[in-house]
């Protein structure tokens, strides 16, 4: 997932990017409100972390102005010990949670993945699509019942399009979620990627139920991207 961190303490914002990083997720960490909203307005993203007390423009008016520009990506406020006024603020100005300074990063992180299963529609910590589950705790993908070997980046491609399902998903798109930088990114990548999943989870014909020609739901859709086809659960 790609993620938007706003806190103007450069050995948070840091740790923030790093610890969130290794969790499998792109990062932009920015210092400022100003640099958060260019960079709402130019990318994708998921989901944001906000510190309300920002200098220059606070992260209350950050939070209004995301909304009132139609962002719907969950949001999670940091907010200082103490400040209840800023939460029930935060949550008024449109924040989903908040976590209050200082924090164990696992609190964190639990809210992150909360709030990105509910925004996707997932309650569960896992996806299911026929023989094919994710668990999205471990990062984990199975099908019928056998662990599937994936690697780091195959997993959040395929995590990408099953909690997309049914949508056509760009190759721009799928690139973000691996590469925070732009001059990283190299669309070939994503094709070999896509494919080696494919091979994976395919399987010979009549393996699985229901999939007589084997399991093959990813689809190129020519010039737009790719499009996961079976319904997620
Ligand atoms: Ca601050």
Not at 107 to 114: G, T, V, W
Not at 135 to 149: F, M, P, T
Not at 164 to 180: G, S
Not at 183 to 210: Q, S
Request: hydrophobic share 40%; aromatic share 8%.
């Amino acid at each position: 997932m790609k993620l938007l961190v706003v806190e103007d303490e450069a050995l948070l914002r840091h740790h923030l990017k790093t610890r969130l990083g290794e969790s499998g997720h792109v990062i932009s960490a920015v210092a400022n409100a100003e640099e958060a909203l260019y960079q709402a307005e130019q990318f994708h993203h998921d989901l944001a972390v906000i510190d309300l007390g920002l200098p220059g423009m606070g992260g209350l008016d950050l939070i209004r102005q995301l909304r009132s520009a139609g962002k719907t990506f969950p949001i999670l406020i940091l907010t200082a010990r103490g400040n209840w006024q800023d939460k029930v603020e935060g949550l008024a100005a449109g924040a989903d949670d908040y976590v209050v300074k200082p924090f164990q990063f696992e609190e964190l992180e639990a809210r992150l993945h909360a709030l990105l299963r509910r925004s996707s529609g997932f309650t569960q910590a896992s996806i299911v699509a026929g023989p094919l589950a994710l668990d999205l705790n471990r990062k984990q993908g199975s099908l019928d019942g056998e662990a599937l070997n994936l690697t780091a980046f195959e997993y959040r491609i395929l995590e990408y399009l099953m909690r997309h399902h049914q949508q056509v998903v760009a190759k721009d798109r799928l690139m973000e979620q691996l590469y925070p930088d732009d001059d990283e990114r190299d669309p070939n990548v994503i094709e070999v990627l896509v494919g080696r999943i494919r091979r994976k989870l395919e399987g010979a014909p009549g393996r699985f139920d229901g999939f007589p020609d084997g399991f093959k739901p990813i689809e190129t859709v020519r010039g737009l991207g790719y499009l996961f086809t079976e319904r997620c659960r």
